[in-house]
């Protein structure tokens, strides 16, 4: 059974939801057709199997260490990487003459999904290394896409992304890493950086690290912030490499996931450092890499959900315990647990959540394909405020319903579950993580409410009722949906009259009241989201024969039966301004 991500639904959004072959008339895409697709997909899927997977639970058992001098992973990581690299995976969506083959980003999102299922943190290395360099392909010189982004695009080098500092976590303010001008054009980099994940080792030539810092006597807060490249090695004019710079090791984090990638706090002491485009706009183009991430970080939650369900499902179809309800013999024989209701509810419960948000993944990526090959400009500005609005929900959402379903995974498979001889419970550790990366879920909402559904007086917003709407009005001509459509058409409206209900008082002056429930907020938009992915699920699987399609009108079903009658109480709750989280002056919660 395959058990990392169904080849068979992959294909099914692809091609009969999001009609993703439609790209190939596009000028950037015009080589590619639904066979060169599939050749990648075929060629990912492999490595994933026989390169990532099969080293996933070492990675967990035995974690990287530091000697002293060297970060030291496993050896099959290195070897992983190098199967990546040697497929061209790491320059396949850039130009052809930067080594790319301009495929669709929709598709290199889901062979990703094949690897962060297989192994999430392999993974790792990789999706970080691509969001360095798209940052770099937008913003750095001539010179530093040479020095920087071409190895990076060759799997030579690798990326990381250096924010956080051990005293400000994800409150980018107050950094304290500061970048000194140097008569030669660099800078000296001081400070440090923690939570660096693929921070040091040795599986790449170099690491190029991106980090946040602050030249002297630049302005305040997040607008002094400037981006600057801080090569492991030094980098000569001719691309070779020069002596070790001053990014020190100062310590390894253990998590409880991911733990085949070494997550480090990172020392910069007088660190030859070069300054990425104009000074203090480091914070807007680290959001480039950022964006990306929390797409991946998305992508990462719904592989591991997947691969969750994928292992429950196969262990309930196996697994012989009880009998069913109407049988008292305590002679006749056991069934398999998947004959159990509660069994199949929680099975039920995690394809509608593994599946849906696999749709809203590809979803946003075929968003960035819009944005970047759109026929208009009105068209590409359309893609980009809906990716805008979505990208949080992609992010803090899906990585939510994640671990809700790798929880479900282990609860299938009852004590088992719980034990490192089946695989759900590292899912559940690894996925755990998501939450908190590239911003935490209350952080995602409240981008989601106090930012992204009012910019641009709402457009985004809009642009996400319309299309909701759109598929409303397609399935209220099928008896079968037409149910659905009003119950979605019934959730969006109150979903809008939410949102400008809280957007008035915060314009008023309640921002903290208006704001205070963000994540009840993020909860009700997710909802609605996936109600209506969900409905165009079914929409395409009206009128097929086969257990494929019935078991997608059976997850819709699920989810507007079980899921979408949330949606009245969070609008309730969101609606009356309730300020149980509001007070911090009150002492009740630190007394003893």
């Known amino acids: 059974m395959d058990k990392l991500i169904s080849r068979r639904d992959l294909e099914f ?21 639904r066979q060169t697709f599939k050749d990648i997909l075929d060629v990912a899927y492999k490595i994933a199997t026989e390169h990532f997977a099969s080293h996933n639970k070492k990675n967990d058992q035995q974690e990287p260490y530091f000697d002293g001098e060297k970060v030291h992973t496993n050896p099959e990581v290195k070897a992983a990487l190098e199967a990546y690299r040697q497929a061209g995976l790491f320059a396949a969506t850039h130009d052809y003459e930067l080594g790319g083959i301009q495929l669709p980003y929709v598709i290199s999102t889901a062979y990703g999904a094949f690897f962060k299922a297989a192994n999430i943190a392999t993974a790792s290395f990789a999706l970080l290394t691509a969001g360095n360099a798209n940052v770099l392909r937008k913003y750095g010189s001539p010179s530093q896409q040479k020095k920087y982004l071409l190895p990076q695009l060759e799997g030579r080098f690798f990326g990381t992304m250096c924010l956080s500092e051990p005293h400000a976590g994800s409150s980018l303010t107050d950094i304290l890493t500061r970048a000194e001008p140097q008569p030669d054009g660099t800078y000296r980099l001081n400070g440090s950086k923690m939570w660096i994940s693929g921070g040091d080792h040795e599986v790449s030539e170099n690491i190029v690290h991106l980090v946040l810092a602050k030249i002297p006597g630049g302005p305040p807060g997040v607008k002094g912030i400037s981006l600057f490249i801080v090569p492991k090695y030094l980098v000569n004019d001719d691309g070779s490499l020069g002596p070790r710079n001053g990014v020190k090791m100062a310590g390894l984090n253990h998590k409880m996931g991911y733990r085949g990638i070494p997550n480090c706090l990172l ?23 950022m964006n990306e991430a929390r797409i991946g970080v ?15 499902l196969e262990y309930a179809q196996e697994r012989t315990q009880g009998r069913r309800l109407h049988d008292k013999n305590p002679a006749s024989p056991a069934v398999p647990i998947i004959q159990h209701p509660d069994v199949r509810r929680m099975l039920l419960a995690q394809k509608a959540y593994a599946e849906g948000s696999l749709h809203l993944c590809l979803y946003a990526a075929r968003l960035v394909d819009e944005e970047r090959t759109a026929p208009t400009p009105e068209a590409a500005q359309q893609a980009h405020l809906l990716l805008e609005v979505l990208t949080p929900v992609v992010k803090g959402w899906v990585s939510e319903l994640g671990i809700k ?5 282990i609860q299938v498979h009852g004590g088992y579950g719980y034990t490192r001889d089946y695989n759900v419970e590292q899912f559940y550790r690894d996925n755990r993580l998501n939450a908190i990366h590239e911003g935490t879920n209350g952080i995602q909402a409240l981008d989601l409410l106090a930012r992204k559904v009012g910019m641009e007086g709402g457009a985004g917003f809009r642009l996400w009722a319309g299309a909701i709407e759109e598929t409303i009005r397609a399935c209220q001509v099928h008896s079968s949906l037409c149910g659905y459509a009003r119950e979605l058409e019934q959730a969006l409206k109150t979903t809008t009259e939410v949102t400008q209900h809280l957007l008035n008082k915060a314009a008023q002056g309640e921002v903290e009241r208006a704001f205070a429930n963000a994540f009840a907020y993020l909860e009700l938009f997710g909802t609605v989201t996936l109600a209506w992915l969900w409905l165009q699920q079914a929409q395409k699987s009206i ?18 039966h079980y899921e979408l009658d949330k949606v009245p109480l969070l609008a309730a709750r969101l609606q009356r301004l309730d300020d149980t989280f509001v007070c911090p002056e009150q002492d009740w919660l630190v007394e003893s």
């Open 267 to 289: 020392s910069l002491e007088d660190a030859v450092g070069e300054l990425v485009g104009a000074p203090h706009q480091g914070l807007s183009y680290m959001f480039t890499m």
């Open 298 to 312: 998305g992508m990462g939650a719904m592989a591991l959900a997947y691969t969750g369900y994928l292992h429950a």
């Open 13 to 33: 959004l692809l091609y009969e939801v999001l009609e993703v072959e439609a790209l190939t008339q596009r000028e950037r895409y015009r080589d590619h057709s």
């Open 405 to 409: 379903a790798n929880e479900l995974a």
């Open 543 to 560: 009128g097929k024969e086969g257990a494929f399609y019935r078991g997608k009108l059976e997850a819709a079903r699920y989810f507007y």
